[in-house]
């Protein structure tokens, strides 16, 4: 019986996959997403890029949203937080499974090219495919950029 409490008492902290609250989605984004310099962007850093987007955060703001102390951004904010992290707006305004898990398969791969120095992979992300075949497509490629390094690791 205790299995299913933990279940539900996930899905309500936000760690259910695919199922995560707002906070659980920017530190996600923290983590995934880098800086040019290639370390994890910092609160500091994001809010110099949504203040030059023309939004206006503070730091201690979006450290509350970050941690989940409020939750009450405003869409001109989740708008300018999207484009620094190039995902859609909807990944931070929804919990839907299919975006959240587009999004993550997205960053994935993002972060598989930069582990392994790929600037670019020629793909059309979504030219005509469901958004099932763009994540399977996503997995794939991760999977073999990441089979690829640990290739070249070896020699």
């Not at 703001?61 to 859609?88: C, M, W, Y």
């Not at 930069?114 to 999977?143: C, W, Y």
Request: proline share 5%; aromatic share 2%; glycine share 4%.
């Amino acid at each position: 019986m205790a299995k299913p409490i933990r279940r539900a008492q996930k899905m309500l902290d936000g760690n259910a996959p695919h199922q995560r609250t707002l906070s659980a989605k920017i530190s996600h984004l923290f983590e995934m997403v880098r800086a040019e310099d290639g370390r994890k962007l910092t609160v500091k850093q994001a809010v110099a890029l949504i203040r030059e987007a023309g939004a206006e955060v503070s730091e201690s703001h979006l450290s509350e949203l970050r941690r989940g102390v409020k939750d009450n951004p405003t869409i001109r904010v989740l708008e300018a937080l999207a484009g620094v992290f190039q995902v859609p707006v909807a990944y931070l305004l929804r919990d839907e499974p299919d975006v959240v898990a587009l999004v993550d398969s997205r960053l994935e791969l993002r972060e598989a090219m930069r582990q392994a120095k790929v600037s670019h992979i020629s793909h059309a992300p979504d030219a005509g495919m469901s958004p099932d075949q763009q994540i399977e497509l996503n997995r794939f490629l991760t999977r073999l950029i990441r089979e690829e390094v640990v290739k070249q690791a070896r020699e």
